[in-house]
């Protein structure tokens, strides 16, 4: 029976025959249907069952680590954290890996050679399943469990300081089973002995780190399965929304623990098991309590390619602020936020170099190879400084605070564009690269042209979607300003801000490398900007609730929150209107992002801005509006006496009727026979759907719903 096209009912890989499907979905039911004769061990797979039993008829007998009590009840879920040497095996045989020491086939332990028992292979019949993203992945397990701590192949940057007691005491060598060679050039090329040392170097942080810490890991049940899945749905899902690691370049044993397990806890997120949830919690604690105690020691890690050290702590500590400050779990949520402006000081640690030359059209392949992951290094260095400006702009919201940095300041230059990032060989990229603008500016010299007079804006260059998002945190930091009733020295006046929005649009609109998701995400970080310029949406959020004694746990509460804002006031001014057509469109833009995209990190506060917004008008008893059928953006950011952009052109269409509603007109009744009609009751009810989604991926989408609930049954 052909079996072309089924689909996993979790995450809908498709697969070419039935019992790789069924062996797939074991990974995400936990299921181990087969169980060793001897010492009753379950197994996921009869091959891994099979090479299992050979261990007992070993001269020497393997002594597995007893399971935590907490287990006892869970004898097929062993804490180990067992993983896979590299991260993309499309990349395997492309870029070989040499192994220390000459070694190619088989690796032997330091030691009596002669008492050292390799692993036997698997018998031909054993087949390896090709559908799992690692093919190897529970040979390693099992190579695992016969393993050596104490051995010549530990690599000193993925070891970090920790004392740590042995979990294997066997005197058994690592080997490679000759089956994989076997396969295809593919599985040769993995580097097994670095691979099981980094594995087994992340086994030991998960039962040594610290006690509380590991108890809890314990409890989790982690498997080698479940971590395999979390690394391939990290790069599969997060990273295309955020680019900040080279997925064709990544290479497993070249990252720190840390790294890896932040990463994990983020590709948990996107798995379907309903433990999925605290075992990546499980995941990132490790993470914080390696990070926190040896950063000293991290900081000085330099990578193969790095051009300085440190990027891998940078790298590490923006997936941990990710990943926190969107949590359901609320105390690693202010933890977060607390270590959030170390992650600014360890980037200043990472000084940036000079773009090297491109290889010439003449180069060998292993220079230009050579050139491309040198320049991919640079890369990640400089995504990942530009990322953290990012994440401040989503945690200044939320916490209620200013912006840990000055944006405007940001003397960085641009990323590279996305199709050269995306390069899967070194030709394609070289071939990406020698057609890219090669002009380059910094981000302070086009955050401040934004505001010279019109026509003097560096927009006219081609962006790319990344370097857009910087700009508009750079905007958003400076919204976080212009909030104050009072005048401060150096900041832009609100007219000028909106002149600076609008000019910003219009680039976003005419870009024409941009894709149409990576349009729609930032038109909606856009909105969310102009929504928060208008009136901040988490002082409109406090203010609700603390009027109708509602307890929230979405932004942090300030004392300045005493003097209550009149809601009833604000709804019937400009700015309150301009806020409202900003909030219609955050949320279609929601409804309209294709399903792979609909997770970006900035969704969730913008979604709940939006809803903030409808909750005020509701509030204030204007719960139908009416709006013009086309909104004009340019005119929405001008106010009563002057023009912004496509305003100045006349008094016709969308214009006039953008303008008209501003100025409140609409609600006169002068246009009462035009326009959209919309209830945003009803629109708030359908917005609880979308919540309730975004669950699944960020956790604090739980408390954001919990409080929009009890908004509409404010409302109703």
């Known amino acids: 029976m052909n079996y072309k096209g089924m689909e996993c009912r979790f995450c809908q890989k498709s697969f070419s025959k039935g019992e790789h499907l069924r062996r797939h979905e074991r990974s995400h039911t936990g299921a181990r249907p087969f169980r060793c004769k001897e010492c009753q061990r379950p197994f996921a797979r009869q091959d891994s069952l099979a090479r299992h039993e050979k261990l ?39 870029s070989p890996v040499s192994l220390p020491g000459g070694m190619s086939d088989q690796l032997s332990v330091a030691g009596d050679q002669n008492s050292a028992q390799t692993m036997p292979p698997p018998p031909p019949s054993a087949e390896l399943d090709f559908d799992l993203m690692w093919p190897d992945s529970e040979d390693l397990f099992e190579t695992l469990m016969a393993s050596e701590t104490n051995n010549q192949w530990q690599m000193p940057f993925t070891t970090l300081p920790i004392s740590s007691k042995s979990l294997y005491t066997s005197n058994t060598a690592f080997s490679t089973p000759s089956s994989f060679r076997e396969q295809g050039p593919s599985i040769d090329a993995i580097p097994s002995g670095e691979s099981h040392r980094a594995v087994h170097n992340v086994s030991n942080m998960v039962t040594t780190l610290s006690s509380s810490v590991t108890a809890a890991v314990e409890a989790t049940s982690l498997s080698s399965v479940f971590l395999d899945e979390c690394l391939h749905m990290f790069f599969c899902r997060f990273i295309p929304t955020f680019p900040v690691l080279h997925r064709a370049t990544f290479v497993f044993r070249e990252c720190t623990q840390p790294l890896l397990l932040n990463a994990m806890a983020i590709g948990s997120l996107y798995l379907g098991p309903k433990d999925s949830i605290a075992k990546g919690e499980a995941l990132w604690r490790l993470a914080h309590v390696a990070v926190t105690t040896s950063w000293e020691v991290l900081i000085t890690h330099r990578g193969p390619y790095d051009s300085c050290q440190g990027v891998q702590l940078v790298v590490t500590a923006l997936l941990a602020q990710i990943y926190g400050a969107l949590s359901k779990n609320r105390v690693i949520r202010t933890t977060s936020q607390a270590f959030h402006a170390l992650g600014f000081f360890w980037a200043r640690q990472c000084t940036s170099s000079l773009p090297s030359p491109l290889p010439s059209p003449n180069a060998s392949e292993s220079e230009k190879n050579t050139a491309w992951r040198t320049w991919a290094a640079k890369e990640i260095q400089q995504r990942a400084l530009l990322g953290h400006y990012l994440v401040d702009g989503l945690i200044s919201r939320m916490s209620g605070e200013t912006p840990s940095v000055r944006h405007t300041a940001n003397a960085l230059g641009l990323p590279s564009t996305e199709i050269s990032f995306e390069a899967r060989t070194a030709d394609e990229w070289l071939t990406h690269m020698r057609s890219q603008e090669t002009t380059q500016f910094s981000f302070r010299k086009i955050i401040s042209s934004l505001f010279l007079p019109e026509g003097q804006a560096l927009l006219h260059h081609t962006f790319s979607a990344f370097s857009l998002r910087v700009i508009l945190e750079g905007l958003q930091s400076l919204v976080s300003d212009v909030d104050s009733d009072e005048a401060l020295i150096g900041v832009p006046t609100k007219s000028e801000l909106r002149r600076a929005l609008a000019q910003l649009h219009e680039s976003i609109a005419a870009s024409p490398n941009l894709s149409n998701p990576e349009r729609l995400e930032l038109f909606l970080r856009w909105h969310t900007i102009c929504l928060d310029a208008c009136k901040d949406s988490s002082l409109l959020c406090r203010s609700v609730c603390k009027q109708y004694n509602i307890a929230q746990h979405v932004v942090a509460t300030k004392q300045a929150d005493d003097q209550q804002l009149d809601l009833v006031s604000w709804a019937n001014t400009e700015d309150a209107r301009r806020a409202l057509v900003h909030a219609i469109a955050i949320q279609e833009i929601v409804e309209q992002l294709p399903r792979g995209r609909a997770h970006v990190i900035h969704i969730p506060s913008s979604l709940f801005a939006s809803a903030t917004v409808y909750c005020v008008f509701s509030l204030a008893g204007q719960t139908t509006v009416r709006l013009p059928a ?82 509409i049954s404010l409302c109703h």
């Open 56 to 94: 007992h008829t070993r001269k020497d007998p393997i002594h597995y680590p007893s399971p935590p009590s907490s287990l006892i009840s869970q004898p097929s879920q062993r804490m180990t954290a067992s993983l896979s040497p590299m991260g993309i095996p499309e990349m395997a045989h492309e």
């Open 630 to 711: 086309v909104v004009d953006w340019q005119s929405v950011l001008s106010t009563r006496y002057e023009d912004v952009g496509s305003g100045q052109l006349g008094e016709g269409g969308d214009v006039c009727e953008t303008r008209k509603y501003v100025r409140g007109e609409y609600a006169a009744g002068v246009f009462g026979a035009t326009g959209a009609g919309k209830n945003l009751l009803y629109e708030l009810n359908s917005m609880q759907k979308l919540f309730r989604c975004l669950c699944s991926q960020w956790g604090i989408a739980y408390d954001m719903e919990d409080v929009i609930d009890q908004w």
